[in-house]
């Protein structure tokens, strides 16, 4: 079962009328003063600034705290709580791409006492639920849907601010900060400028990509492909290049053709509306995003406990020295790999048999971690089209086999499984500076198309729009885009093969790169020296230096300055940012506690980072 928004009562959906009582203008903190009270700022209305908020008041609620404390939380749109990526607007055709029972925007190891309703995802669709459909914690929902149930935390957080505690939401887009003993904070929108005392950044995905051709930029290139909406300006039967094969190009995919009243029938055939454009996907590799089904409690692979207990000796032995990723974590994982996939292939669990069945095998056609990252998929001939679409149909199918039975899935869910443990490795510079950057640069990308990829459903509709000749896999890897300024066309491809394209969409996931200013804010806090480039050695991932409780770490300041982060822009010093998940790198507990600590200096520290 697929939930949306229709499946759950008007009520339910209603958090956001209770949200926008909140809501103020920024010109009407002009002249106010606030010598006796403290002034909070966080900047990012996505889920990262929401949990934040309910460890700060949960903290206020629970300390000995008298000090007047004024919040101000700022967000480009009115979609507090939910965000950019989880706005109620959006599509409900666009999915989360795991299953529901993965879900819950509540801390269960710190509860919230001021707070009486504590739903999870599943429990919360329980409730609201108006259908005769049961709710199992294997079922998927829309993204539209996931931003209604965390706009309804919101609205039960709100009900425990605490007396001396004032909240204002500001609908604003921050573009500049400074600091002169507070912080000043400017908008893009507002002439003015608002005092800080203590600033939060839980601002997301907020980077943006380089474009891969020369020259000028044209609008007939988006940067980005949210919200979705705005490619509704691509005419009919345009020829639309997309760059990238994962989650991004299915949602371009179907905001396209779907969003544009096309329908995928009983039989998972596509009928189209005339209103589509022609989609061109291309990336370096052409390999498309792994689908994957619900993974929840017993139905996922699960690590060997000699597996889990040698990554557990490097997380202890990276106290004392750097763990060597390539040469220490890796093999580990690929020794599990290939149980995984031979396990799973015999059906045994029993080491013996397995490693016999591999001595048995030459080596060169041992299944290994390369081969599970890099499959040897040929789409470099006139028959790319063909040949893709049969491969979307071989890893849609093995995905519905699933993860116990069939070998590929069960070797894919070793990365995912992993993960955890390698984050408790990777944090603060566990690495060497030489296997980080191989991690970060070489692998990476390829482990989250290979083990976290859309749910099948949303992958059958890619294959039936290829299969119905909207999407054409004819463009070859590896290939280069030029912009033709006389003709206003995108050439793409190599010098063998090219492909006029009148528009092009940047499907790839932004990330901060050292050295290039592709966001406006954050290289406005490096001009003001409140950011330096954390440094693993000689090697640079693109994000800032921060404190174990996100705070950041500022080369030369002579002063202490108390911005944070928290989420999306410490990728790099911190490994998989999921930014729905309350536990993994969770730094609102160390950052709420540090600023109880700040304001009332006679109040000890409730929590601790864990990595």
Same mark, same amino acid.
């Given at each position: 079962?697929?939930?949306?928004?229709?499946?759950?009562?008007?009520?339910?959906?209603?958090?956001?009328?209770?949200?926008?009582?909140?809501?103020?203008?920024?010109?009407?903190?002009?002249?106010?003063?606030?010598?006796?009270?403290?002034?909070?700022?966080?900047?990012?209305?996505?889920?990262?600034?929401?949990?934040?908020?309910?460890?700060?008041?949960?903290?206020?609620?629970?300390?000995?705290?008298?000090?007047?404390?004024?919040?101000?939380?700022?967000?480009?749109?009115?979609?507090?709580?939910?965000?950019?990526?989880?706005?109620?607007?959006?599509?409900?055709?666009?999915?989360?791409?795991?299953?529901?029972?993965?879900?819950?925007?509540?801390?269960?190891?710190?509860?919230?006492?001021?707070?009486?309703?504590?739903?999870?995802?599943?429990?919360?669709?329980?409730?609201?639920?108006?259908?005769?459909?049961?709710?199992?914690?294997?079922?998927?929902?829309?993204?539209?849907?996931?931003?209604?149930?965390?706009?309804?935390?919101?609205?039960?957080?709100?009900?425990?601010?605490?007396?001396?505690?004032?909240?204002?939401?500001?609908?604003?887009?921050?573009?500049?900060?400074?600091?002169?003993?507070?912080?000043?904070?400017?908008?893009?929108?507002?002439?003015?400028?608002?005092?800080?005392?203590?600033?939060?950044?839980?601002?997301?995905?907020?980077?943006?990509?380089?474009?891969?051709?020369?020259?000028?930029?044209?609008?007939?290139?988006?940067?980005?492909?949210?919200?979705?909406?705005?490619?509704?300006?691509?005419?009919?039967?345009?020829?639309?290049?997309?760059?990238?094969?994962?989650?991004?190009?299915?949602?371009?995919?179907?905001?396209?053709?779907?969003?544009?009243?096309?329908?995928?029938?009983?039989?998972?055939?596509?009928?189209?509306?005339?209103?589509?454009?022609?989609?061109?996907?291309?990336?370096?590799?052409?390999?498309?995003?792994?689908?994957?089904?619900?993974?929840?409690?017993?139905?996922?692979?699960?690590?060997?406990?000699?597996?889990?207990?040698?990554?557990?000796?490097?997380?202890?032995?990276?106290?004392?020295?750097?763990?060597?990723?390539?040469?220490?974590?890796?093999? @580990? *994982?690929?020794?599990? &790999?290939?149980?995984?996939?031979?396990?799973?292939?015999? $059906?045994? %669990?029993? +080491?013996? =048999?397995?490693?016999?069945?591999?001595?048995?095998?030459?080596?060169?056609?041992?299944?290994?971690?390369?081969?599970?990252?890099?499959?040897?998929?040929?789409?470099?001939?006139?028959?790319?089209?063909?040949?893709?679409?049969?491969?979307?149909?071989?890893?849609?199918?093995?995905?519905?086999?699933?993860?116990?039975?069939?070998?590929?899935?069960?070797?894919?869910?070793?990365?995912?499984?992993?993960?955890?443990?390698?984050?408790?490795?990777?944090?603060?510079?566990?690495?060497?500076?030489?296997?980080?950057?191989?991690?970060?640069?070489?692998?990476?990308?390829?482990?989250?198309?290979?083990?976290?990829?859309?749910?099948?459903?949303?992958?059958?509709?890619?294959?039936?729009?290829?299969?119905?000749? @909207? *999407?054409?896999?004819? &463009?070859?890897?590896?290939?280069?885009?030029?912009?033709? $300024?006389? %003709?206003? +066309?995108? =050439?793409?491809?190599?010098?063998?093969?090219?492909?006029?394209?009148?528009?092009?969409?940047?499907?790839?996931?932004?990330?901060?790169?050292?050295?290039?200013?592709?966001?406006?804010?954050?290289?406005?806090?490096?001009?003001?020296?409140?950011?330096?480039?954390?440094?693993?050695?000689?090697?640079?991932?693109?994000?800032?230096?921060?404190?174990?409780?996100?705070?950041?770490?500022?080369?030369?300041?002579?002063?202490?300055?108390?911005?944070?982060?928290?989420?999306?822009?410490?990728?790099?010093?911190?490994?998989?940012?999921?930014?729905?998940?309350?536990?993994?790198?969770?730094?609102?507990?160390?950052?709420?506690?540090?600023?109880?600590?700040?304001?009332?200096?006679?109040?000890?520290?409730?929590?601790?980072?864990?990595?």
């Amino acid at each position: 079962m697929i939930w949306k928004q229709q499946h759950i009562s008007t009520e339910a959906r209603g958090a956001k009328n209770h949200i926008e009582e909140y809501i103020c203008e920024a010109k009407a903190f002009i002249g106010k003063e606030h010598i006796d009270e403290k002034r909070i700022g966080i900047i990012g209305g996505g889920p990262k600034g929401l949990y934040a908020l309910e460890r700060l008041l949960n903290n206020i609620n629970e300390s000995r705290n008298k000090t007047p404390i004024q919040i101000i939380w700022f967000n480009q749109t009115s979609d507090f709580g939910s965000g950019n990526n989880y706005q109620v607007s959006q599509p409900d055709n666009l999915l989360i791409n795991y299953c529901i029972g993965n879900i819950d925007a509540w801390l269960r190891d710190e509860v919230n006492n001021a707070v009486n309703e504590q739903l999870s995802l599943t429990d919360w669709i329980k409730k609201h639920n108006i259908t005769d459909v049961d709710v199992a914690p294997t079922d998927f929902a829309s993204r539209a849907l996931v931003g209604c149930y965390l706009q309804d935390v919101l609205k039960q957080i709100l009900s425990s601010i605490p007396n001396e505690t004032t909240l204002n939401l500001i609908v604003e887009e921050v573009k500049a900060i400074k600091y002169e003993n507070h912080f000043l904070v400017g908008f893009a929108n507002t002439p003015i400028t608002m005092e800080l005392d203590y600033v939060l950044m839980t601002t997301g995905h907020c980077y943006q990509n380089t474009p891969p051709f020369v020259g000028e930029i044209t609008d007939k290139y988006f940067p980005s492909a949210y919200p979705v909406h705005h490619l509704d300006t691509i005419p009919t039967k345009a020829s639309v290049g997309v760059l990238g094969l994962g989650l991004t190009w299915v949602d371009i995919c179907l905001q396209l053709t779907e969003g544009r009243g096309g329908v995928f029938d009983d039989n998972g055939k596509y009928q189209a509306s005339g209103k589509e454009p022609m989609i061109y996907p291309f990336s370096r590799s052409n390999l498309p995003i792994q689908p994957r089904d619900a993974i929840f409690g017993t139905r996922r692979y699960q690590l060997r406990n000699t597996t889990v207990d040698d990554l557990l000796t490097l997380v202890d032995e990276r106290s004392d020295r750097q763990i060597d990723f390539q040469h220490e974590v890796y093999p @580990i *994982i690929e020794k599990e &790999i290939q149980f995984a996939y031979y396990g799973t292939l015999l $059906q045994t %669990k029993n +080491e013996s =048999i397995i490693t016999a069945y591999q001595q048995s095998i030459p080596e060169a056609e041992l299944f290994t971690f390369q081969k599970l990252l890099f499959p040897e998929i040929d789409t470099s001939d006139a028959d790319r089209h063909v040949k893709t679409i049969n491969y979307i149909a071989d890893i849609v199918e093995r995905a519905e086999v699933g993860e116990l039975n069939d070998p590929y899935m069960a070797a894919a869910a070793v990365w995912r499984e992993a993960t955890p443990l390698i984050g408790r490795i990777y944090n603060f510079g566990g690495l060497t500076p030489a296997s980080q950057e191989y991690l970060d640069q070489k692998i990476w990308s390829a482990c989250c198309r290979t083990s976290f990829g859309p749910p099948i459903a949303n992958m059958r509709k890619m294959l039936a729009l290829a299969e119905a000749g @909207i *999407i054409q896999f004819s &463009i070859p890897p590896q290939s280069s885009v030029q912009f033709d $300024q006389s %003709k206003d +066309e995108f =050439i793409v491809g190599t010098s063998s093969t090219r492909k006029t394209l009148s528009y092009l969409i940047d499907g790839r996931i932004a990330r901060s790169k050292p050295g290039q200013t592709n966001t406006s804010l954050y290289r406005n806090l490096g001009d003001e020296q409140l950011i330096t480039a954390y440094r693993n050695g000689n090697y640079e991932p693109g994000c800032m230096d921060i404190s174990q409780d996100g705070k950041a770490n500022i080369s030369g300041s002579e002063i202490d300055i108390p911005l944070y982060f928290y989420g999306t822009p410490t990728e790099g010093i911190l490994f998989d940012n999921d930014s729905l998940s309350r536990v993994r790198n969770n730094l609102a507990s160390p950052w709420a506690d540090a600023m109880l600590q700040l304001i009332n200096p006679t109040i000890h520290g409730l929590y601790a980072y864990n990595d």
